[in-house]
């Protein structure tokens, strides 16, 4: 029997060419479409679960307190002091381990050296990460203090080959290290990545000042693994005292979250999360099978406007005895064929533009061939497009009455459902406006985002990691840098400017009330020059000068710092930072350090000899980019030959912080451009068919003299009015979600009626040629053809 179905379905498919083909592209390409989302819906619901005993695996977070005990704050670094505290009251956590580093630093073997991302942990990281170790012990390789564990990639990229145990690299041009390790590579959707992995004594030997961790500074990230997960409520009730009862300056409450839902779930609010990321995942995964589901109605579409057809078919079959549950199967069946080969089609585009979709988004998705969930995950989808776009074709057809299709009465176009069809084509095109004001919504946000005013110039600002010769032979780079004209001004500071990274409590003024230790402030480190290369907008007093011996010891304070401290005269007055009495020089204006989505936290800049590792340079506007780089280039070279010179822009630097909306953005554009497509297959797939149905007709109306238009009016205007009415219902429904995704920004835009009509009209139009086409042919066919057997 299933070998007689298959025939049917085969022959079926042969004689319908073009409906067949339609099909098969709406199909294919809904498909490929919907498992690219799917892909990267798993990549990103997967982040860091890949570990062994993620379920045990918390990040230790802060919440900020004011003198009431109300939650101000949450963040993901707590106080430097937490982590040993855990360590030693806390038996329910297993290992505990500080996360420091993350820089892009110079490494070498003798022969090659490269700036690849480090980090710094104690030793008890590798018990909490199940690493994947190639060679090398995981419970001694940090123990060491000048012990280094290397990722396969670092290994061979230095040494090509794994087989490096106990070989020397070079850190920083500075510190000879062993190697004690060699690990696998990190799947890309993990928080925590980087080339190679030093101990936390070697940390602590390079940088005095992390031997004495302040419970007042938050540094360094802290992971911790429990014994119990199901345990964590009264674990986290003890590590909720340790702050107060070792800092009394303010309150703070740290507590341990799970790591693995950090990245979706990482908005909170009253110390409580309240989502993040995951609304967009949910978003994406709607999106999937929106346009699965779009292609399922063209199928749906199309079998039932071939009804006429297929009703002779179905009576004979019943007269001589087929059940309606034959019937059933053999619609099924050809279903099912024509998934089968839409997934074929689908399996390869993915394949093929998987690629591009990486390339576009900026991610790593692989496809596990022999991942056996990958096969059960496009069966199901497979299982689920067949079943949806058969199913009701399938019992359509099988409900005809034996007789009255003999009798040629329930075959006539009008007899069918035509509402059911009318309300899936208005479904289809309400899909599609809908995703068209979202992409417009969405972009407009990105701009407005992008487009606020961040407080400095970025424009022709550029900056540089201030490593090796760079640091003690600054004045002579700077020198050396302004004289060839590539920069007119260039300054040096302790982070970049779109990089927030200093957070701390305890700064001391005249007159502070009792709840000024409870800010939380930001710090920037720098020297000469900042104002004059960064573009910072001075409200009031100056930039640091040598021409004030004084100015080794003095500070300048945000607008929004001075409005919390509730200074009136700033300038001139003198604050307390970690003991040492600074005198104030200026208040700038707020500028973006922190989230472009948020107002940034009070900020302090004050002079530093010691803490500087960046240097920022103003490029010279009558050289071209190219030309500026080369020639600073040249210079670095030459001062720090062992360093490969990276200059990065400002602009580029602060545009990768929208890479969430940017990559909602994408998938948005794309994505809706999809379902467009399909729609308009599935419209002219309808037109061609009515068209086709309607051939005596318009015979008969040429003869009788109509004309060209008055045939492309008959035929469109009904299917155009589908997508009016698809427009009447999108409009409402995409301004209500987006309204809702916009409530989300504390900086946001609105929706204009420009956006709303700029997506009916365009929905309209693409519907027009698409109808229209098909129209014009059908209208300009010769009426001869179609009388001449009548």
């Not at 063209?298 to 071939?306: D, E, H, L, Q, R």
């Amino acid at each position: 029997m299933f070998s007689l179905n298959l025939k049917i379905s085969l022959r079926n498919l042969w004689r319908n060419k073009v409906s067949s083909v339609i099909n098969i592209i709406g199909l294919a390409v809904g498909l490929s479409a919907c498992l690219l989302l799917l892909l990267y819906v798993n990549y990103e619901v997967n982040f860091d679960r890949h570990f062994k005993d993620a379920d045990k695996i918390y990040q230790v977070m802060t919440n900020f307190q004011d003198a009431s005990g109300k939650i101000t704050s949450t963040g993901g670094v707590p106080g430097n002091g937490i982590a040993m505290a855990i360590k030693n009251k806390i038996p329910e956590v297993d290992a505990i381990t500080r996360i420091g580093g993350g820089d892009n630093s110079l490494i070498a073997n003798g022969e090659k050296s490269f700036k690849k991302t480090d980090l710094f942990a104690d030793p008890e990281i590798l018990k909490v990460f199940s690493y994947g170790f190639i060679a090398g012990d995981p419970n001694t390789a940090l123990n060491a203090q000048n012990g280094i564990v290397l990722t396969e990639s670092m290994a061979k990229l230095l040494f090509g080959t794994t087989e490096v145990l106990n070989k020397t690299v070079r850190y920083k041009d500075a510190f000879n290290l062993k190697v004690t390790g060699v690990m696998k590579d990190l799947p890309a959707n993990t928080t925590l990545r980087y080339d190679y992995l030093m101990s936390w004594a070697f940390f602590q030997s390079i940088n005095p000042y992390v031997k004495n961790p302040g419970w007042g500074d938050f540094s360094f990230l802290t992971i911790a693994k429990v014994n119990n997960p199901k345990l964590i409520a009264p674990i986290n009730a003890k590590v909720k005292l340790l702050f107060n009862e070792n800092y009394k300056e303010q309150k703070n409450q740290n507590f341990l979250y799970p790591l693995s839902d950090l990245h979706l779930y990482g908005e909170f609010k009253n110390g409580k999360s309240i989502g993040g990321d995951i609304d967009r995942i949910y978003l994406f995964v709607a999106l999937a099978f929106g346009i699965l589901l779009v292609a399922c109605i063209n199928f749906m579409n199309m079998a039932t406007a071939k009804s006429e057809r297929r009703a002779k078919e179905v009576g004979i079959k019943k007269t001589i005895g087929a059940t309606r549950g034959s019937l059933i199967i053999q619609f099924l069946t050809e279903a099912m064929v024509l998934v089968v080969v839409a997934v074929l089609f689908a399996v390869v585009i993915v394949e093929v533009t998987l690629p591009i979709f990486n390339n576009l988004l900026d991610i790593d998705i692989t496809i596990g061939y022999t991942n056996v969930a990958y096969w059960v995950g496009i069966l199901g989808v497979a299982m689920f497009t067949g079943l949806l776009s058969g199913m009701y074709p399938a019992f359509f057809l099988s409900s005809f009455n034996p007789i009255q299709t003999l009798k040629n009465k329930v075959a006539r176009a009008r007899l069918i459902p035509i509402n059911l069809r009318q309300v899936l084509v208005v479904g289809q095109f309400c899909f599609a406006i809908m995703l068209i004001i979202s992409t417009l919504v969405i972009y407009k946000q990105m701009q407005y985002i992008k487009n606020r005013p961040i407080g400095y110039n970025s424009n022709l600002l550029a900056e540089m990691a201030q490593d090796g010769n760079l640091s003690a032979k600054f004045e002579l780079f700077k020198a050396q840098v302004l004289k060839s004209g590539a920069a007119i001004a260039v300054n040096q500071s302790s982070q970049s400017m779109t990089h927030v990274g200093n957070w701390f409590y305890g700064l001391k003024w005249p007159d502070m009330e009792e709840k000024g230790k409870e800010i939380v402030f930001n710090r920037l480190q720098t020297q000469y020059d900042l104002v004059k290369t960064t573009g910072i907008q001075l409200l009031d007093g100056r930039d640091f000068s040598k021409d004030f011996a004084s100015d080794t010891a003095t500070i300048m304070l945000s607008s929004n710092a001075v409005k919390v401290m509730q200074l009136k005269n700033p300038v001139g007055k003198t604050v307390e930072l970690f003991g040492n009495k600074l005198k104030v020089i200026a208040v700038f204006k707020d500028f973006l350090w922190d989230s472009p989505y948020r107002p940034g936290k009070p900020m302090v800049i004050n002079f530093s000899k010691n803490e500087n590792s960046n240097i920022n340079l103003r490029l010279n506007p009558n050289y071209s980019l190219s030309k500026n780089v080369e020639m600073i280039s040249a210079i670095a070279k030459q001062i720090n030959p062992q360093y490969p010179v990276e200059i990065k822009f400002v602009n580029d630097l602060f545009t990768r912080k929208l890479q969430s909306e940017k990559i909602l953005g994408i998938l948005a554009n794309l994505f809706g451009g999809i379902a467009i497509l399909i729609s308009c297959l599935g419209l002219y797939g309808l037109v061609a068919y009515s068209a086709e149905q309607r051939t005596k007709e318009f015979g008969v109306r040429r003869v009788l003299g109509a004309s060209v238009c008055s045939i492309m009016q008959l035929l469109s205007v009904s299917f155009l009015k589908m997508v009016l009415v698809a427009a009447f219902i999108g409009v409402p429904l995409a301004y209500y979600f987006m309204n809702k995704w916009l409530a989300g920004f504390e900086f946001r835009t609105t929706i204009s009626f420009s956006m709303i009509l700029i997506a009916i009209i365009g929905t309209a139009v693409v519907a027009f040629l698409t109808v229209g086409f098909q129209a014009y042919k059908a209208a300009k066919a010769n009426p001869v053809e179609a009388l001449k057997y009548e």
